[in-house]
């Protein structure tokens, strides 16, 4: 039922509301208003409804109504309170959004620009849906005609609507939709092409023409030709609406930046601190260093410092910098392209930290002892100069005695004792016993063209290693000073496994007659030892899989449960604030509760940290997904013209539906659906992580290596199907697991794409 509302009553003697008193009340109206509810606002009764029924009717009519009796609107406006969805950005970086809910017979969907900033705890980015209070505004107030304040963030679609647009000769076409588990077309009549081409990615959305009629597909952006390799990235960063273009506002910001002058920093540009990253790293955020300590007390140990880019200097809370760094969450890293977080003027210039350029940062002197045990940690505000950038590979040949002309007058002063404090470092960690998962990652290598040259394991080397646990090392040092000052932060949390996840891993590992212990006495050790176990067994990276698929992930949070994985009790995000917003909100945490300068986290800020924290976590999520899906589809694209061709690879999945292989050359992954494995009838057997045969009790298990052929390709979906070649095989499933299984009816043999 409406609420009451301000406008001007009608006397209540059965007469008549005007034309306009029915619209200034529908637009006041909190909730539903109709027939019932005006007739009762006005004091409209007996007869006089009838006469009410014609001028509602007559209203409609003219078009200045909306809706049905028991819902009605001025058409064309909408009401107070709405459900919106965010489109993008106007030329001034502000959010827009449109309703989410609209009568295409109401004409053009309206704009709405959102208000954000602080004292509001909504965090909200491109393709959310948010409940909004609106405003409408006056003419000339630019494009949009609505001002809104977020209320709260709905539960949001994961991905956007986009598809492959088909043309028909006859005019209109059909969408079929890249989403691997979509399997509806849609039709597209010729007036709701939105100019695209036949065969052009798009982007469309779903309308309705009436209350219950069904929902019309209409592009609303044409995206280009999908078939080009370079712009297979786009797709991902597209349905999933990751902010790409910068808006200018935040560009001409940028602009005005100055480096800061020594007043107030502590002066270590004498101090040999090296960059220490990828060959192809293009930003270089952290710097490292260590020496001996000299302090005789500390006989054998070490002082490592690590300098992290001063980010927070350039970054001010609530600025337009701020806000579209928040908004992004994190860089997302495709094989083609950077989505970064920060625009490049600042990510690759001021604040790398370029070989021989004097670079302000934020660091952390640490004191170990021999042991490798950290003894205390000074964090200061300084200015740095590297003085080498190098590779992993680089500094990883200069310690195993291939030095290069680069590293040989830095091998004393810096190389050298850098690898005495990591191997002293190392004993510690060995010693405190972190989650140790061997899940070595592609990468894939592009041509000039961008297509996919070859996909290569990079090797894991020592360098690595000690750039990590250097980075733990700074990042616990954070954590535990802004506890120390008793001043809110955003943790990194880890959870251990979940008592569901451990009880299928429990099952699992008794076919090969291993254990985990209970929940209770969980350790990350335990884990370690099972997985010392699996080297001597002919399925190590099955036993990796499966452990890494039981733990929980790790999220943002200023609510403290530790880091299981790593074994801490406190763990914060402290060393990329180039690429990760957690970062800049610990760097100004530091800031303020070391008094290092007026740019630390804000009063403002703080009551937001855990809506700000929930907000990163999902954009971390959501590049994730966006990298995977982008190196799916670019892999697809290279076996696209090997359809027909044998491979070898091992059960990466197990379903009720069929089995995932990933390839053992490229680790590309693809489907083999249950109905084509044969003529036996298969059991999916989940506490074994295989499909067994009801007649022969041979099957497939998680782990597996087996040949396949490629019979289907779909670069827009990252798709692959195969058929398996190799014969099922007698194996423990487990008699206990076996006697329980559930039938598995066989599906048809339609191809549905990877659904894990």
């Not at 059909?174 to 939105?194: A, M």
């Amino acid at each position: 039922m409406a609420r009451k509302s301000n406008v001007t009553r009608a006397p209540a003697n059965g007469g008549l509301p005007s034309k306009e008193q029915i619209l200034d009340f529908l637009n006041s109206a909190q909730g539903k208003a109709g027939k019932r509810e005006i007739a009762r606002a006005f004091g409209v009764s007996g007869g006089a409804r009838i006469a009410l029924k014609r001028l509602l009717a007559e209203m409609a009519e003219e078009g200045t109504l909306a809706g049905d009796k028991k819902h009605m609107r001025e058409k064309g406006k909408l009401p107070p309170t709405t459900t919106l969805e965010v489109t993008g950005r106007d030329k001034d970086g502000d959010l827009i959004a449109k309703p989410l809910h609209w009568e295409e017979d109401d004409g053009k969907r309206p704009i709405v620009r959102i208000v954000t900033g602080h004292g509001r705890d909504v965090e909200i980015g491109i393709g959310d849906h948010v409940l909004a209070r609106l405003e409408k505004l006056p003419r000339g107030s630019g494009g949009a005609q609505y001002e809104a304040t977020p209320i709260k963030k709905l539960p949001r679609e994961k991905r956007r609507l986009l598809g492959i647009y088909r043309a028909s000769k006859r005019g209109g076409g059909t969408i079929e939709p890249i989403d691997r588990k979509e399997l509806k077309s849609w039709q597209i009549l010729p007036d709701d092409t939105g100019g695209a081409n036949d065969g052009d990615l798009v982007r469309f959305q779903l309308n309705r023409r009436g209350r219950f009629a069904t929902p019309r597909a209409e592009i609303v952006e044409s995206l280009g030709n999908p078939d080009d390799q370079r712009k297979i990235s786009l797709i991902s960063i597209h349905a999933h609406g990751i902010p790409e273009d910068f808006p200018e506002s935040v560009i001409q910001e940028c602009e005005t930046l100055t480096p800061p002058t020594m007043k107030g920093r502590i002066d270590l540009r004498d101090i040999p601190l090296l960059t220490i990253d990828p060959i192809d790293a293009r930003d270089h955020d952290d710097a490292v260093h260590a020496a001996p300590d000299t302090d005789g007390k500390n006989s054998g140990g070490f002082v490592v410092t690590v300098a992290i880019a001063d980010v927070a200097q350039y970054i001010r809370p609530d600025s337009k910098l701020d806000r579209e760094a928040k908004l992004r969450g994190n860089s997302v890293y495709f094989p083609d392209r950077v989505v970064p977080m920060l625009p490049e003027k600042i990510s690759n210039d001021l604040c790398s930290l370029r070989e021989l350029e004097e670079r302000p940062c934020l660091a952390v002197r640490m004191v170990f002892d021999k042991h490798g045990e950290k003894r205390s940690h000074t964090f200061i505000r300084a200015m740095m100069k590297s003085a080498a950038k190098l590779s992993y590979q680089e500094a990883q040949a200069a310690i195993d005695g291939n030095v290069s002309d680069k590293c040989q007058p830095l091998m004393e002063s810096a190389l050298k004792p850098l690898w005495e404090a990591y191997r002293a470092v190392a004993r510690a960690r060995d010693k405190r016993g972190p989650l140790d998962l061997d899940l070595p990652e592609r990468k894939i290598l592009l041509n000039a063209e961008g297509k996919v040259d070859r996909v290569v394991t990079p090797q894991r080397l020592e360098a690595h290693r000690l750039i990590e646990e250097f980075m733990i090392q700074a990042n616990v040092a954070a954590a535990e000073t802004l506890e120390e000052k008793r001043l809110p932060l955003v943790y990194r949390i880890h959870d251990a496994p979940s008592p569901e996840k451990l009880k299928g891993l429990r099952d699992f590992l008794e076919t090969l007659d291993m254990k985990v212990p209970h929940a209770g006495a969980l350790k990350p050790e335990a884990f370690n030892r099972v997985l010392a176990q699996a080297k001597d067994l002919p399925v190590p990276d099955l036993i990796n899989e499966v452990i890494l698929r039981s733990q929980s992930q790790a999220e943002y949070n200023p609510k403290n449960i530790g880091h299981f994985g790593l074994n801490l009790v406190r763990y914060a995000h402290f060393t990329s604030p180039i690429r990760r917003y957690a970062d800049l909100i610990v760097h100004r945490a530091l800031i303020r509760a070391l008094d290092l300068g007026p740019d630390g986290l804000s009063d403002e800020e703080i009551p937001h940290l855990a809506s700000i924290a929930k907000a990163i976590s999902d954009t971390e999520r959501r590049a994730m997904s966006a990298e995977r899906e982008t190196t799916d589809r670019l892999i697809a694209a290279h076996l696209a013209d090997q359809v027909g061709a044998t491979f070898h690879g091992r059960i990466a999945g197990v379903t009720r539906s069929g089995l995932f292989v990933k390839l053992k050359d490229t680790g590309a992954d693809g489907y083999i659906p249950i109905s084509s494995l044969g003529n036996d009838y298969y059991h999916h057997v989940e506490a074994a992580h295989a499909l067994v045969g009801a007649r022969t009790g041979t099957g497939y298990r998680l782990g597996d290596t087996v040949e396949v052929r490629l019979l289907e390709a779909i670069p827009s979906a990252g798709a692959l199907r195969f058929e398996m070649l190799t014969e099922p095989s007698k194996g423990n499933f487990g008699s206990k697991v076996l006697g329980n299984r559930s039938r598995q009816r066989k599906p048809g043999n339609k191809f549905r794409g990877r659904s894990r």
